[in-house]
T-cell receptor, first 107, second 117 residues
Framework: DAKTTQPPSMDCAEGRAANLPCNHS???????VYWYRQIHSQGPQYIIHGLKNNETNEMASLIITEDRKSSTLILPHATLRDTAVYYC????????FGAGTTVTVRA | DTGVSQNPRHKITKRGQNVTFRCDPI?????LYWYRQTLGQGPEFLTYFQNEAQLEKSRLLSDRFSAERPKGSFSTLEIQRTEQGDSAMYLC???????????????FGEGSWLTVV
């Protein structure tokens, strides 16, 4: 399965959009990109996933580059409750979690 | 809410005792997964089932750990002769089929916290 690279941490202002990058340069053509987040002491929460096209749901938008080597998760209007660790995972049938990005939303 | 359910949510046990955690997956999900998470680390895969068959076990799953899914519905994870190093959150997840190459989603429960004293 393709490896992913995410920044270890990022801050975001409440009410602003949060753009979380993920590099997956070794992704193959039929591998999906999944995003999860984990709020302190809770189980991981599924956010969104995609293959080639951009995806949007009630939580977030996922933008995948045309060459599929990177993607960006967009939280359109970050709130304090979006403070969490965000994980980008490629395809893995059993989900191999890396270190993720610790996102802190500040008032 | 018909999400993944885990019980108990918290367990404190003395070293050397046995503990068992139960997981009820989302209805009709044929795959069930167990993970372990220690403080400051991401979840680590332990094992998974396709229906009642245990298809893969991680090296993390020592011989003191056993998982079952006898009727392809709920699952149990038992830890025998607990050690302090077993203190962690144990997560259960389920999916309708494989997440690989198919876009199926794996959904997690809230976890069961184990503290070994």
């Amino acid at each position: 399965d393709a490896k992913t690279t995410q920044p270890p941490s990022m801050d975001c202002a409440e009410g602003r959009a949060a753009n979380l990058p993920c590099n997956h340069s070794t992704i193959s053509g039929n591998e999906y990109v999944y995003w999860y987040r984990q709020i302190h002491s809770q189980g991981p929460q599924y956010i969104i996933h995609g293959l080639k096209n951009n995806e949007t749901n009630e939580m977030a938008s996922l933008i995948i580059t045309e060459d599929r080597k990177s993607s960006t998760l967009i939280l359109p209007h970050a709130t304090l409750r979006d403070t969490a660790v965000y994980y980008c995972i490629v395809n893995d049938y059993k989900l191999s979690f890396g270190a993720g990005t610790t996102v802190t939303v500040r008032a | 809410d018909t999400g993944v359910s885990q019980n108990p949510r918290h367990k404190i046990t003395k070293r050397g005792q046995n503990v068992t955690f139960r997981c009820d997956p989302i209805s009709e999900h044929n795959r069930l997964y167990w993970y372990r998470q220690t403080l400051g680390q991401g979840p680590e895969f332990l094992t998974y089932f396709q229906n009642e068959a245990q298809l893969e076990k991680s090296r993390l799953l020592s011989d003191r750990f056993s998982a079952e899914r006898p009727k392809g519905s709920f699952s149990t994870l038992e830890i025998q002769r607990t050690e302090q190093g077993d203190s962690a959150m144990y997560l259960c997840a389920s999916s309708l089929g494989s997440a690989a190459f198919s876009g199926n989603t794996i959904y997690f429960g809230e976890g069961s916290w184990l503290t070994v004293v």
